[in-house]
């Protein structure tokens, strides 16, 4: 399979002087096209710093990110931004989402700029997103008059919104009940089901134990891997035991 992305020996330092620490220590990761993979790892262990490094969303000190055959070290600004607003969506715990447009307009603000598809168009798809993730008769609503799981929900249509190649997650279901986040994590396999890359950065093993590889992270680097097979409805358990049992082995 393609490799979407490829990270190579990067270096990313925070801090100035005797301050100055590496938060990726010459970190080598690929992403296959497709994929369900996620990020574990305590906290300050790098994984959001790795994130926003293999989505060009930060730059990096040393090392090499191939996103789709192309060198982020060597694109401009506006490349990157173009590349992330064509290829990527980002979901994050708390969506960024501004106070005065309805919920339908927060999902289609983005979309909008240099987007060969009509008006018309992208609010057709945000209405078929909406109706997907269960949140049509909100679309009126202000991002005051929604729950945390709704938003949520709507923070996903937004990222979906240019048919992404892969979908970058940071703790998405970090703010939500178990029982939102099941849903999320059903939509989330939905979509990857559908040939979208997930990448999804996470503290809570029901998370990482619905994905099919986990990258554990400590100090900046990537420690140990854990494949699992495709999430099957009756294997939660065996796969949840899995993570922790492979946690408990490498001490995080
Ligand atoms: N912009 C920044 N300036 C200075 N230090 C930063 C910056 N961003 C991150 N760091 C530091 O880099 C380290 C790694 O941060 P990062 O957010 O990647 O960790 P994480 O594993 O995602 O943590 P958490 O699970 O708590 O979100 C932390 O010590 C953090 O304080």
Do not use: W, Y
């Not at 109706?131 to 799981?149: A, F, M, N, W």
């Not at 970058?168 to 986040?181: C, I, Q, R, Y």
């Not at 997930?198 to 494949?227: C, Y």
């Amino acid at each position: 399979m393609k490799k979407i992305i490829i990270g190579e020996h990067i270096v990313k330092s925070f801090g100035e002087g005797e301050e100055k620490r590496n938060v990726l220590d010459g970190v080598s990761v690929e992403i296959t096209e497709g994929e369900f993979a996620s990020v574990m790892g305590p906290s300050g262990s790098g994984k959001s710093t790795l994130m926003f490094a293999l989505s060009g969303t930060d730059g990096i000190d040393s090392g090499k990110v191939i996103f789709d055959s192309k060198d982020l070290s060597a694109a401009s600004e506006n490349e990157l931004s173009d590349l992330r607003r064509t290829t990527m969506g980002f979901v994050f715990q708390q969506p960024t989402m501004l106070k005065n447009l309805n919920i339908l307009d927060n999902i289609i603000l983005p979309s909008m700029r240099g987007n060969r598809k009509s008006p018309v168009e992208i609010t057709e798809k945000a209405r078929a997103l909406m109706k997907r993730v269960g949140i049509s008769e909100l679309e009126k609503r202000d991002i005051t008059q929604v729950s945390g799981g709704q938003l949520q929900r709507a923070g996903i249509c937004r990222a979906l919104m240019n048919s992404p190649r892969i979908i970058f997650g940071d703790e998405p279901t970090g703010a939500l009940n178990s029982k939102s986040a099941q849903e999320i994590m059903d939509l989330l396999a939905e979509i990857n089901a559908d040939g979208t890359a997930v990448m999804l950065v996470t503290h809570d093993v029901m998370v990482a134990a619905r994905t099919e590889r986990i990258m554990f992270m400590r100090d900046g680097k990537i420690v140990s891997e854990l494949r699992l097979p495709k999430f099957d409805a009756t294997d939660m358990d065996d796969r949840v035991e899995m993570v922790s049992a492979k946690m408990r082995e490498i001490g995080i």
